[in-house]
T-cell receptor, first 115, second 114 residues
Framework: AQKITQTQPGMFVQEKEAVTLDCTYD???????LFWYKQPSSGEMIFLIY??????QNATEGRYSLNFQKARKSANLVISASQLGDSAMYFC????????????FGAGTTVTVRA | NAGVTQTPKFRVLKTGQSMTLLCAQD?????MYWYRQDPGMGLRLIHY???????AKGEVPDGYNVSRLKKQNFLLGLESAAPSQTSVYFC?????????????FGPGTRLTVL
């Protein structure tokens, strides 16, 4: 089974500042996808950003960027210019290509943005 | 374009009762998944399907059954509900488009078993 580790249970960030959420993963697959999802208090799972294991450039989507370090097996999410609406739980997930694209999730990090 | 929908949104069962959760997607995705999320935890895969008429076990399949008779629908059944199945259930769908296999999630079903 794939293992995803998010070591930060909770984080506080000041509005307009940047925050980095850590994620490390363990897999023997060479081809895989890395994902970040946001879960606000309303409960839905919102897709934020994707990084393929063979992508040479780090993925970016608006204020979200993924700091991908393949050799270290880390896929940290950076949220720039935090907004109050960014307060939520954030999940890192991985999908090996050889395993029916099944996602394995980390335990999540709760982010609270302070005004 | 509704994406992924789930029915019902909330349900309360008594121990031993049965129920079926319905997931529907309108994105023509090949793959569909059922997850459960317990308090303070990430999602865990219950069962999944790689195409119409197929199903497979995930990480926590015991006590659940699934069926995928139509490509757009994926049903999750609880034959004899137990309090340990109190959870939030999410359905998701995806397809590999050559670049990504992003899974898109439904809004979730909150199930309480008394």
């Amino acid at each position: 089974a794939q293992k995803i580790t998010q070591t930060q249970p909770g984080m506080f960030v000041q509005e307009k500042e940047a925050v980095t959420l850590d994620c490390t993963y363990d897999t023997s697959d060479q081809s895989y996808g890395l994902f970040w999802y946001k879960q606000p208090s309303s409960g839905e799972m919102i897709f934020l950003i994707y990084q393929g294991s063979y992508d040479e450039q780090n993925a970016t989507e608006g204020r979200y960027s993924l700091n991908f370090q393949k050799a270290r097996k880390s896929a940290n999410l950076v949220i720039s210019a935090s907004q109050l609406g960014d307060s939520a739980m954030y999940f890192c997930a991985m999908s090996p290509r050889s395993n029916d694209y099944k996602l394995s999730f980390g335990a999540g990090t709760t982010v609270t943005v302070r005004a | 374009n509704a994406g992924v929908t789930q029915t019902p949104k909330f349900r309360v069962l008594k121990t031993g009762q049965s129920m079926t959760l319905l997931c529907a997607q309108d994105m023509n995705h090949e793959y569909m998944y059922w997850y459960r999320q317990d308090p303070g935890m990430g999602l865990r895969l219950i069962h999944y399907s790689v195409g119409e008429g197929t199903t497979a076990k995930g990480e926590v399949p015991d006590g659940y059954n699934v069926s995928r008779l139509k490509k757009q629908n994926f049903l999750l059944g609880l034959e004899s509900a137990a309090p340990s199945q109190t959870s939030v259930y999410f359905c998701a769908s995806s397809s590999w488009d050559g670049l990504t296999d992003t899974q898109y999630f439904g809004p979730g079903t909150r199930l309480t078993v008394l």
